[in-house]
């Protein structure tokens, strides 16, 4: 892992390079300071002067547990600001072991042709192949698969992608070889189309295990970090169980689940598609309730989820995804929703945003809420990219504007996830004031309001919230750079040992002498580039808000609206 | 004049009162007030604390010429900052007389009732009335003449209005009571359409003309006004004989007619579409190549535009709208461009926004260049309100956003008028520093640059623009608060005299001794206001530029770039 590859899609033309300034980087830190440094603040997402990159964690590639995370960064064609999307699924641990710490797409094609990139051991391949266009990440992954053999990871972008829809993804293959993990937020497939890229293939076939400095300290590390995840209730037991699903008792329960767009925090269906409904179901059909999405992984919150007749439909679907598509939609039939993930998997869109603007669209009239056939057939128009497709697959906040919605929940123009900030404030300040958008990956609060991991701050009041957010964002950060998957930091912050044995792994691996503080100085720093590039973007702090019906509507059952003050959100990125 | 009209639509409920903090305001001055005092810039623009604002100018319902000119304001659905799009036609005169200084509609009804206004002498009558929904301007205006006679001027929304969307326009009855008139631009319709009204109906029968504090003063200064009209050419002549379409050849000559989506400056089919060929086409068929839009207007820079079977088709279509639909789109047929003309009026549409929204979607393949017929029918599922027609109706922005364009001519979210910013340098410091977004009404450096009236500043080079559009946008907001057509800027800007006359008009009529200076200052403090909201909407120097493709890639047949520099715009508003 220590080169950089280019490719200037106006040729195009592939360059290989030492790390030079960027050595050491890896992951969100990676991606985020490329962008940083290389990408004008201003340019059109969708231009040239955007570039694309791709960089697996600083312990991806190594036997290192749970280090399969891989960043994908660039200028985010849905808010306009800077976009690190994290994705599980085998990319990162092959890209790491080829030797890349990052594959940058850059420049512009002249025009439409369809380029697949093809990166093994020997180098690097590239390929007009028309026959692609518009095929879905199923059929393309097939297709891969016949023309390179099963030992390959595929990283690719649906019909969403090559449309340039705002709420494109990029498709990761799992172990499986399916495209069920996805670099989901802020419309990086879009910026990957926009670059004329259909996919990259990487097979890592004849390349080694990435070797530690110190294989003494990083394997007892190891050991002690295996230990530590396994002991912790939440990556131990209820995740592995019932996978991210779990959630929606809890949240239903706390009355922060969103319902019909917003409207309330409880929905009266959700016992049947609640994750312990959903392991039920995979079980009983032959699919799996426990499956993780990349070698190393030992919580493996995934699974497979099966039709009624016991075939394959989608992996698990996510708490996120079941939400957006379910109780946010008033939709309770778990089959729909599944069928949703497949699609939303296949043409290549994210599944939060697109739920919460089938959500918007429902609030807007053009279909009701609770109708999943009436869904389903909207998201297919998303997939031909119809006008009416091209405009929900442009996100939330386009099919607000669209349709002359006022109660649209985006910040930054990015969808909220599925926690309603006025039940969990402590989410509702990472969702104002993270660099990303409404993002709950990127300081989830939820673990500390709601689960009293990490601590206990009241989820129904302002204190104490913005403190634990940045706090959060902080470390969130930093461990976004390491490759590692983010449910570690239930255990990392619950477990002092847990945390130690992380820190002990990277410098086992690189030989060096980090303490925790120097992993907190590596979050803030890569917070402050991003929160720079954005400042650089047009972006002020009435972009760190959230919509205003959070604060003038109050949401049952608590009866309570968002009560953090601007001014203390406008504290956060003070450290 | 000394009374302010409110109607709270979540009710609706009606209160008049006196000026209060008001007194002495009018036109922009007034509506930039209201709203940068009552409206929370980051409120949703189609909510209830956004409000709307109808205001007559000073002098709007005086005897004075050209002074019936009405402002409407709002924070704009379109921009996201504070607008203020100004209209010809009857109204301001007949608000006026009817004593009104303001009307504003506040607050958002319960449902989706549709309401209409009636005020005549006798006070205000608000009826619900359904039976209006989804009716085009000109049958609206039917049906009220029906019901109130043809002794009103009504204020409307078409079907864009009541749809919300961004490119929604006012509709201001002229003196034959035909919707021809329009405050056009940043979806002012949508706000009103939020506020549920249809259409406000005056009728000021039994008012009486304002009267002068100082008559014999009054009445000199208006002669001398009127004679400095007469006597410049742009104003005597040019307008008069050909209309704004007059500009056509001017600007094409000049190099800086934006072609093909602002891909070139030229355009070859010019000598179809021009005001000569405008001019003659409306006195052969029975039209009139010489109209005013309301009492008391001596410039009278309109006319009417038949069908060749010599029945009313539309008026006769602006500079900007014949730029829009014809040039930008390359359609050379005047009956294709006049339809257009005739059906953005009665829907209720932004002529600059659709014809560069339409433009934008030529651009992604949605229809050829030069497709007449395809364009009309876009535009006809505007009016309908498809998905498609929703997407063009929201702007070009969104409409390059959906269809993932990247050369996307707007500020501020706002489409660029009928001047390439390359070839006259002036008019783009205007574009990207106004707080309208992009605006060449806002500080016309055309005619400095072009026309070389009020100076002379090479078109070309960066040097000299930004003070010229600096004087000219803080002259520009004054003019806008007397209720005078901004074509009297010619005039003034050339002979002292002249500027002096209009001192004196209001002087005269208010009984003040106000200098030029005084006028200068009543200009800075609405700029002052405006930037102001902006700012606290979340608004930075990053949204005071251009899109990035003007100082990228050079116009034809100058080969220029934009070249003022980011520094210099931001010192615009520095004085």
Known sequence: MDKILRIQMDGPKVSEGPLGDYAGLGGRAMTSTII???VPPLCHPLGEDNKIVFAPGMLSGTASVMSGRLSVGCKSPLTGGIKEANSGGQAAQVLARLGYAAIVLEGKPKDDTLYKVFIDKDGVKITEDNSLKKLGNYDLVEKMKADHGDKITCMSIGPAGEMK????????????????????????????????????????????????KDPEKFKAANKAFTEGLKKHPVTGQGLP?????????????????????????QFEGVSKISGETQAETETARGGLATHGCHRGCIIKCSGVYNDKDGNYLTKQPEYETVWAHGGNCCIDDLDAIALMDRMDDDF????????????????????????????????????????????????????????????????????????DPRTVQGIGVTYATTTMGADHTAGYAVATNIMKV???????????????????????????STGMCLFIAFAILDQPETFQALVDLLNG????????????????????????????????????????FFSKIPLSPHNLTFQVKDEELDTLHNW
């Open 509 to 548: 691996f690189y030989g060096l002498s980090m303490t925790g503080d120097d992993v907190t100085e590596l979050g803030k720093s890569v917070l402050k580039k991003e929160r720079d590039f954005n400042e650089q973007a047009g972006f002020t702090s009435k972009d760190d808000r959230l919509p205003a």
């Open 454 to 480: 990490g601590g206990d701050v009241d989820p129904l009041k302002p204190e104490g919230q913005v403190e634990l957010s940045r706090n959060l964002q902080i470390a969130t950060a930093a461990i976004d």
């Open 36 to 38: 940083s440094k290389e």
């Open 165 to 212: 829809m705002s709420a494109a993804s990029i498709a990761i293959t799992d172990m499986e070889l399916r495209p069920t993990r996805h670099a989901g937020r802020g419309g990086v497939g879009a910026v990957m189309g926009s670059k004329g890229v259909k996919v990259i293939v990487l097979d890592d076939t004849g390349m080694k295990i990435r070797s530690p």
């Open 241 to 265: 169980a019932y996978g991210t699903n779990v959630l929606t008792n809890v949240i239903n329960e706390a009355g922060a689940y969103p319902t019909r767009n917003f409207a309330s925090g």
């Open 348 to 419: 290549g869109l994210d599944t939060i945003e697109m739920g919460v603007a089938i959500g918007v669209a429902m609030e807007a009239g053009l279909l009701k809420f609770g109708d999943a056939e009436a869904a389903i057939n909207l998201l297919r128009e998303v997939g031909k990219g119809t006008p009416l497709g091209r405009i929900l697959g442009n996100g939330a906040g386009i099919t607000g504007k669209v349709f002359g919605v006022e109660r649209v929940p985006v910040v930054k123009n990015q969808a909220l996830p599925a926690y």
